[in-house]
Structure formats: C-alpha cells, structure tokens
C-alpha cells in the first residue's frame, strides 16, 4: 500500500496536529489479516489505481479517495455488517481532527458500498463503480478475484456459497446499467456483463 499517498491526503483532509502514521499502520494491519485473500491491500491498491483514472470527474475527489481507503477496513466473512463497522471505525478515526461535515460524507461513502441501495449523488456513484470496477477486468483476472472471494468464505458449503454468489451476480446483470457513471459505464460496462454472465455459467457446474 502507498503510504506516502495516505499520509498526503490525511494531511490535506485533518487537523496538522493528527499524525498520519500511526493510522496507516493501523490501516495496512487490517488488509493484511490471514482470513482476506480477496479483501486486501491489493483490492484498495486497485481501486486507487480506478480512482486516478476518473478523479477530475469528481465533486470531493478527497472524501472518495478517503473513503476508499476505509471501506473494507473491517472485514468478517461471517459477518452481515462489514461497511457499517467499516464506517464506524473511520468515524472513531476521524473523529475530533476531521471537519464533521467531511466526516459525515466519508462515512455515507462508506457505507454505500453496500451496494443495496442506489447511490443519490455523484460522489456516491462513482465509488460504487471504483469498487465494482473489478467485474470490468480481463477474464483471467475476473476469475482469480473469484476464486479470492471464495477462499473467504471457506466456512460455507460449497452449495451456499454459490447460491449467494449466483444471486448477487444475477443482481448485477439484472440492474438496466451495472455501473452508474458514464466514465466506467463506457469502460467496463460490457466486460463485466460478459464475465458475469459466464460465471453464472461455470458456477452452474459447481
């Protein structure tokens, strides 16, 4: 993970007096947990590298970027609630050295990646789409994040796992626009449905 990059934007988002490092640290500990094989530094490393692509388009590029730093932060595959305690966890980061107002935004970014609601504004759509940007990648690479996802949740049965993930899927594909912004409409839109329509296919079989 860049942490030259994290610190930049904490300092440009917090009080001077808030020091950065120890919160990255904070940060890098977390994605690095053994149980994440899909969830890890590489999937933010990853959504950064999306972020950069589209920043300009952005209302409060700042908040995105933060947000995704923080979305996963908290991650149990056990768990219904991963972004709330996500979001809850940033809040108490954040907490007296952030502006409430930016605080309160990051926090609604976060929580947005729930991805059960449709995003209201700009800001909201096009972090939804950094973090769904993966379904857009060539096949080898969709596949290998796939087969991430699943060593995560390695406490299902075979058979539960792919009903869950068929449905979440079969959601995506169903929706009229997988993704919301035009930016990563035009870049990944047809890519993912094709990857996801195929996995549909190949998760018939399991």
Request: contains cysteine; charged residues 30%; proline residues 4%.
């Amino acid at each position: 993970m860049d942490r030259d990059r994290f610190v930049n934007l904490w300092e440009r988002c917090c009080d001077t007096a808030s020091s950065a490092h120890p919160i990255i640290d904070e940060i890098e500990a977390s994605y690095a947990e053994p149980h994440r094989y899909y969830h890890t530094g590489q999937h933010i490393d990853h959504c950064l590298k999306q972020f950069d692509l589209a920043h300009h388009e952005m209302d409060d590029a700042d908040a995105i970027e933060m947000a995704l730093w923080f979305h996963d932060i908290e991650y149990n595959p056990k768990a219904r609630d991963n972004e709330y305690q996500s979001a809850e966890r940033f809040k108490q980061i954040a907490r007296g050295v952030m502006d409430p107002v930016l605080e309160e935004h990051i926090y609604r970014l976060i929580m947005v990646t729930m991805h059960t609601d449709a995003p209201t504004d700009s800001d909201e759509q096009y972090i939804v789409d950094i973090d769904l940007s993966s379904f857009g990648l060539p096949w080898d690479e969709f596949l290998h994040d796939s087969e991430n996802v699943h060593k995560e949740y390695s406490h299902l049965p075979t058979e539960e796992f792919v009903r869950r993930n068929r449905r979440f899927l079969q959601s995506l594909l169903d929706r009229p626009k997988i993704f919301f912004t035009e930016f990563y409409r035009k870049r990944y839109e047809q890519t993912a449905r094709n990857n996801i329509s195929k996995q549909l296919l190949r998760l018939a079989t399991l």
